[in-house]
Antibody, heavy 118, light 109 residues
Framework: QVQLVQSEAEVKRPGASAKVSCKAS????????ISWVRQAPGLGLEWVGW????????NYGQNFQGRVTITTDTSTNTAYMELRSLRPDDTAVYYC???????????WGQGTLVTVSS | QTVVTQEPSLTVSPGGTVTLTCASS?????????PNWFQQKPGQTPRTMIY???NKHSWTPTRFSGSLLGGKAALTLSGAQPEDEAEYYC?????????FGGGTKLTVL
């Protein structure tokens, strides 16, 4: 069955970087796309960015331009989202989800809590 | 930057029908914005309910349907069940970017 398994929670200092992983299984990872979404505590969903696994082509949300990099490793079927220059308001649960052909699909990753605190 | 607007909250009676809408600051929502709809219950991961305006996934209950209505994307729930109480988010695509609405808290009461 399709699974997206994310890395464990992280605690970071302001100004540091966080790199969250999303390991895919149960489908053709190379023929797909992965989007990253975050949700701050008690708030709504915010799109971070997307990658086409086969092409390596990326799109990023305007709020994250210059601070985020999304990559994949097709040898391990894993997607990564690195967010730099972290601020306390980057504290959120970060999710990965399949997104291909403008179709979002279940299941999402279980979410990774990134806490930014001094 | 595109702003996507949803009703903050709606209430529906069990067995009743309710329509949630999703508007864009850029103008009328069309199929070219590929509306997707998600359901999220407290403490859970979002679930994808509708894709590309009006298509259901295999796990989407038949009582949910998507459409375009009056220049907005719409999610209609016909025959609401207590388990449908949740936050619902729409998602629209513009210029190589996705934009979430702020969410609608749906109460079944």
């Amino acid at each position: 069955q399709v699974q997206l398994v994310q890395s464990e929670a992280e605690v970071k200092r302001p100004g540091a970087s966080a790199k969250v992983s999303c390991k895919a299984s149960g489908y053709s990872f190379s023929s797909s796309g992965i989007s990253w979404v975050r949700q701050a505590p008690g708030l709504g969903l915010e799109w971070v960015g997307w990658i086409s696994v086969s092409e390596g082509r990326t799109n990023y949300g305007q709020n994250f331009q210059g601070r985020v990099t999304i990559t994949t490793d097709t040898s391990t079927n894993t997607a990564y989202m690195e967010l730099r220059s972290l601020r306390p308001d980057d504290t959120a649960v970060y999710y990965c989800a399949r997104d291909w052909g403008y179709v979002w699909s279940d299941p999402w990753g279980q979410g990774t809590l990134v806490t930014v605190s001094s | 930057q595109t702003v996507v607007t949803q009703e903050p909250s709606l209430t529906v009676s069990p067995g009743g029908t309710v329509t949630l809408t999703c508007a864009s600051s850029t103008g009328a929502v069309t199929s070219g914005s590929y509306p997707n709809w998600f359901q999220q219950k407290p403490g859970q991961t979002p679930r994808t309910m509708i894709y590309r305006t009006d298509n259901k996934h295999s796990w989407t209950p038949t009582r949910f349907s998507g459409s375009l209505l009056g220049g907005k994307a719409a999610l209609t729930l016909s025959g609401a069940q207590p388990e449908d109480e949740a936050e619902y988010y729409c998602l629209l695509y513009y210029s190589n970017a996705w934009f979430f609405g702020g969410g609608t808290k749906l109460t079944v009461l």
